[in-house]
Nanobody, 119 residues
Framework: QEQLVESGGGLVQPGGSLRVSCVGSGLAFSVYDLGWYRQALGKQRELVASITTGGRTNYVDSVKGRFTTSRDNAKNTVYLQMNNLKPEDTAVYYC?????????????WGQGTQVTVSS
């Protein structure tokens, strides 16, 4: 049974830092592109960071220079380090594992972890 489980969310003051993690089970992380999405209340889910199987990263403009994603395939874990957090970063953060198969694509989601930035 493939599963992704996020952890590390919580309440942090503006300007603070937080690291969220996502551990996969039942799937080989090394062959998946990994992404971090977030969904704020009343808004659509957006991709904020991604990392390919080769380690190439990409970020949405609003988090560039503040967020860093990394992966440890040996631990089947992907991380999102968030620095200089702002109230507008408040959202539920989800990790995603994606790969293109010969017949269909494989797409897995975690249950999400709440990040709240507030004083």
């Amino acid at each position: 049974q493939e599963q992704l489980v996020e952890s590390g969310g919580g309440l942090v003051q503006p300007g603070g830092s937080l690291r969220v993690s996502c551990v996969g089970s039942g799937l080989a992380f090394s062959v998946y592109d990994l992404g971090w999405y977030r969904q704020a209340l009343g808004k659509q889910r957006e991709l904020v960071a991604s990392i390919t199987t080769g380690g190439r990263t990409n970020y949405v403009d609003s988090v560039k220079g503040r967020f860093t994603t990394s992966r440890d395939n040996a631990k089947n874990t992907v991380y999102l380090q968030m620095n200089n957090l702002k109230p507008e970063d408040t959202a539920v953060y989800y990790c995603n594992a994606h790969r293109i198969g010969p017949v269909y694509d494989y797409d897995y989601w975690g249950q999400g972890t709440q990040v709240t930035v507030s004083s």
